[in-house]
């Protein structure tokens, strides 16, 4: 008998290192402030199975809404964020994130390094990347022949024949940012008179547009409703897997990137679980795990070289290598933010 319970002791103690199949004892929560359908369940359960960690997940659907929350909300719970480029700086200025120390997180190595050391973190003090998403237009095939339509301009968004047959995404920096491309040729501007003056393109492209969504806009597309969508490429991977009429189409401007990175808040209670998931999360087969779900532009060499065709001839997930190189890096606007919100509310709003 205590043969027996020996073995079983030794048999449990293995599975906390995981080489058996016993579960470790919950030891805690991490709280993570995340985009919507960013990263599957599947992969917190699995986090969960290995280190005994919880990950409670809230969701956003802009980086204005995630900061919003955080003005509003002085005493949030969140260990973990996953904002994009230009926001790191604003959360640094408003002492929200802490620094983080990437020797505790050792597939911080699997990070391609042309996403390291930007000009929006210098020496990634404070931030590990985890995916980028580009602004891409997905178009349905059939359904844009039929009406008449070619697309090689934002401008083209505005044709009167695309009425009703827009997707948009529901997010004033990626829609103000399009309109400043469409009429002036440069994002990025910090004027309110030169913000307020996309106010007549944005009506226009409103005629166009059936719903404005950021949460999961491709089931407009992937199910025929509508024959155009002015997506992140994520949305247009998931579309282009369940329709083959779908495709990308890039335009003479071009496209919007944002580099999403993991940070961990002032306010995190166990910082030793937020490295520990961080690195969970740039384990190849993990991060593969999550690409074959939500097909993102991949950051992570290591999960890269075991992808399959599913993604990699996928134009929405593995986008266009020139127009990736091409695409303009979404850039921090200081207290001009405000005028982007101002300008896409009143749009929504008359």
């Keep these: 008998m205590k043969k027996s319970l020996a073995v079983l002791l030794v048999l449990c103690l293995l599975a906390a290192v995981g080489m058996t199949g016993c579960k ?3 030891i805690g929560k991490l709280y993570l402030y995340n985009w919507t359908e960013y990263i599957p369940q599947d992969v917190f359960d699995l986090f969960e199975e290995e280190t005994g960690i919880r990950v409670v997940e809230s969701t956003y659907s802009s980086n204005e809404q995630m900061l919003a929350k955080l003005d509003i909300d002085k005493d949030y719970d969140y260990d973990v964020l996953v904002p994009s480029s230009y926001v ?3 959360l640094k200025e408003k002492d929200l994130i802490q620094p983080i120390n990437t020797a505790n997180i050792p597939n911080f190595a699997n990070v391609d390094p042309s996403v390291l050391n930007r000009d929006f973190d210098p020496g990634n003090q404070y ?25 090689q301009s934002l401008n083209d968004l505005l044709d009167p024949r695309l009425e009703g047959q827009i997707v948009c995404l529901d997010d004033s920096r990626e829609l103000v940012d399009a309109a400043l491309k469409a009429t002036i040729a440069e994002p990025d501007y910090t004027s309110k008179e030169q913000i307020e003056s996309t106010l007549p393109w944005l009506l226009e492209l409103k005629k166009n547009v059936a719903a404005f969504d950021s949460d999961s806009p491709y089931s407009l597309i992937a199910s025929n409703e509508v024959a155009v969508g002015l997506v992140y490429n994520i949305d247009a991977g998931q579309a282009i897997g369940e329709n083959d009429a779908i495709d990308v189409v890039y335009t003479t401007e071009p496209c919007e990137l944002a580099i999403d990175n993991f940070v961990i808040t002032k306010n995190a209670k166990n910082v030793e679980y937020a490295e520990k998931f961080i690195d969970f999360i740039h384990r190849p087969e993990v991060y593969k795990m999550i690409l074959d779900e939500f097909p993102g532009v991949c950051l992570n060499n290591a999960a890269l070289a075991i992808l399959g065709p599913e993604y990699l001839d996928n ?16 850039s921090d606007v200081g207290d001009a933010g405000q005028y982007y919100d101002e300008i896409f509310n009143k749009m929504k709003a008359d």
């Design 24 to 26: 470790p004892k919950p």
């Design 88 to 90: 790191i700086e604003t």
């Design 127 to 151: 931030s590990v990347p985890y995916m980028a998403t580009m602004t891409v237009i997905a178009v349905n095939r059939e359904k844009i022949a039929n009406l008449g339509v070619e697309i």
């Design 315 to 330: 134009a929405g997930s593995n986008v266009d290598k020139d127009e990736l190189a091409r695409a303009h890096l979404t």
